[in-house]
């Protein structure tokens, strides 16, 4: 009998401890499937594959986990996943930055589009 499915399997390291500092001044342990959740909403309906997801999220966490602190803002995450999405995906990029950034206007989502332009 043939299999003809492929299974892959990602490996990552399980790091424990790291705690997130919120805007409110709460902290809560780090949680993978909250950096998912935010990065897959910003690539709702836009091309990539599980893999090419995966690869990114572990990208993303990856940085989160290499830094000398235990404990790391969400803002600071916010930024790894704007880095991230921005070579990954520029309309995902935008989308992500609109909601992190709190764009008010048209006008907040124009700048951000000329900066993406001119490479910044």
Do not use: W
């Amino acid at each position: 009998m043939k299999c003809a499915r492929r299974f892959t399997t990602y490996e990552r390291i399980e790091l424990v401890n790291v705690t997130v500092l919120k805007r409110s001044g709460a902290k809560e342990p780090y949680m993978r499937h909250k950096l998912q959740l935010g990065m897959r909403k910003a690539l709702e309906k836009r091309p990539y594959t599980e893999q090419q997801f995966e690869r990114l999220v572990s990208g993303a966490e990856n940085d989160i986990f290499n830094r000398e602190h235990d404990v790391i803002s969400s803002e600071q995450i916010g930024q790894i996943v704007l880095a991230h999405l921005k070579v990954f995906d520029k309309v995902a990029y935008l989308r992500f930055a609109s909601v992190y950034r709190r764009f008010g206007s048209t006008k907040a989502f124009e700048k951000e589009i000329e900066k993406l332009e001119k490479g910044k």
